[in-house]
Nanobody, 119 residues
């Protein structure tokens, strides 16, 4: 059974840090491009960061460059998002996504974890 489970969200003051974790089961993340998305209230879903299956490329939204770092541990089947210098506008539900490197139709989502940044 495929599962993608996010954790690590919470309430933090502006300028603080959080690390989100994404635990995958039922598939092997090494064959997947892994991404974090977020959806803020009243806004469209936004791609935050991606690490490719080969782990030789990472991409970030301009709004988080220099503050967020995505990483993966294929041995643990985990993906992480280290978030530093958090801003109130980072408040959103954060979702982990797994998309097969060759077959985009193989696409898994987690249920999301809430991140709230207070000013």
């Amino acid at each position: 059974q495929v599962q993608v489970v996010e954790s690590g969200g919470g309430l933090v003051q502006a300028g603080g840090s959080l690390t989100l974790s994404c635990a995958a089961s039922g598939f092997t993340v090494r064959w997947f491009d892994m991404s974090w998305y977020r959806r803020a209230p009243g806004k469209e879903r936004e791609l935050v960061a991606t690490t490719t299956s080969t782990a030789d490329s990472t991409n970030y939204a301009d709004s988080v460059k220099g503050r967020f770092t995505i990483s993966r541990d294929n041995t643990k089947n985990m993906v992480y998002l280290q978030m530093n210098s958090l801003k109130p506008e980072d408040t959103a539900v954060y979702y982990c996504n797994a998309r097969h490197w060759r077959t985009a139709a193989i696409d898994y989502w987690g249920q999301g974890t809430q991140v709230t940044v207070s000013s």
